[in-house]
């Protein structure tokens, strides 16, 4: 049972440009969310999070959004760079009990150059 | 400061053997969290261990089983291998066992189960 999807596998966007990468999760016990980039060869690495308390949160050049009625969240990156080309998890967590992550299955973003 | 380092970075074994994979933390982490990632999917929890008791378990069976030292580092071991125990396995590690400021992670180990 997947309760945090992320339907498009592959992205890819033009230098410069926004980058959108979207999630949807079921479990309304969520309460904190993160992305997290990988490169190949390297375990994931914390991108930006936001609380459930919140529906945006920005750092640089990447914000989060987060629709709690719709259960979606998404990540834009703006301007886009070359060097943003990695796979892109989105995870979820429950703030009090278990205290483990819920990954998505991913999305690879191009940027090119 | 050092990173979350895990060995070996790739194994191959034979179905029905055992394997263990280790882990250490970074420092001043005192928890230590273990995932899976099989092919094209998200890493899924296996199990969690802070201050060398288990402390969380995903929807994995028994004989995936670990241990955490006073060092805080950790192993993953896993009995009777089947081939769907291929996959990466991913190392985390935090302190005071919440995800929410974000784990470290290390670069895995890629197991291959023939």
């Known amino acids: 049972d997947q309760q945090v999807k992320q339907n498009s596998p592959s992205l890819s966007v033009q230098e410069g440009r926004i980058s959108i990468l979207n999630c949807d999760y079921t479990?309304?016990?969520?309460?904190?969310f993160l992305w997290y980039k990988k490169y190949p060869a390297e375990g994931p690495t914390f991108l930006i999070s936001i609380s459930s308390i919140k529906d945006k949160n920005e750092d640089g050049r990447f914000t989060v959004f987060l629709n709690k009625s719709a259960k979606h969240l998404s990540l834009h990156i703006v301007p886009s760079q070359p060097g943003d080309s990695a796979v892109y998890f989105c995870?979820?967590?429950?703030?009090?009990?278990?205290?483990?992550?819920?990954f998505g299955t991913g999305t690879r973003l191009t940027v090119i150059p | 400061e050092t990173g979350v380092t895990q060995s070996p970075t790739h194994l191959i074994k034979t179905r029905g053997q055992q394997v263990t994979l280790r882990c250490s933390s970074q420092?001043?982490?005192?928890?230590v969290s273990w995932y899976q990632q099989a092919l094209g999917q998200g890493p899924q929890f296996i199990f969690q261990y802070y201050r060398e008791e288990e402390n969380g378990r995903g929807n994995f069976p028994p004989r995936f089983s670990g241990l955490q030292f006073p060092n805080y580092s950790s192993e993953l071991n896993v009995n009777a291998l089947e081939l769907d125990d291929s996959a990466l396995y991913l190392c985390?590690?935090?302190?005071?066992?919440?995800?929410?400021?974000?784990?470290?992670f290390g670069s895995g180990t890629r197991l291959t189960v023939v």
């Open positions: 995870a979820a967590s429950k703030q009090t009990g278990a205290n483990n992550l819920f």
């Open positions: 479990n309304s016990m969520f309460d904190y």
């Open positions: 985390a590690s935090s302190f005071e066992g919440t995800p929410n400021y974000g784990y470290t």
């Open positions: 420092s001043g982490h005192n928890t």
